[in-house]
Nanobody, 117 residues
Framework: QVQLVESGGGLVQPGGSLRVSCAAS????????MGWYRQAPGKERELVAI???????NYADSVKGRFTISRDNAKNTVHLQLNSLKPEDTAVYYC???????????WGQGTQVTVSS
């Protein structure tokens, strides 16, 4: 079992920056693919960024060049640095974990990011 707890959301002005973090419980964290998804009101949940156990990353086109995902296997944490924020980045951001080769997916409870002046 893996439990994910997000933190770091909040209100930020357009053009500002924010970092959201996800702390994972359980063992074998380094083997998991970790990611961030987001869901805006009235929209479906969408992938924001993924980082594999090898450190390979992938981003949604809408955030490329602005967001950076990273992981610290020693601390069982994954971070998402959000720069040059836009109002359309407003959403609940969810942490995600899945071990390759296993079906089970894990989700955090979400953290709200609001971009507004």
């Amino acid at each position: 079992q893996v439990q994910l707890v997000e933190s770091g959301g909040g209100l930020v002005q357009p053009g500002g920056s924010l970092r959201v973090s996800c702390a994972a419980s359980g063992s074998l964290f380094s083997l998991y693919t970790m990611g961030w998804y987001r869901q805006a009101p009235g929209k479906e949940r969408e992938l924001v960024a993924i980082i594999t156990s090898d450190g390979d990353t992938n981003y949604a086109d809408s955030v490329k060049g602005r967001f950076t995902i990273s992981r610290d296997n020693a601390k069982n944490t994954v971070h998402l640095q959000l720069n040059s924020l836009k109002p359309e980045d407003t959403a609940v951001y969810y942490c995600y974990a899945r071990r390759p080769g296993f079906r089970q997916e894990y989700w955090g409870q979400g953290t709200q990011v609001t971009v507004s002046s």
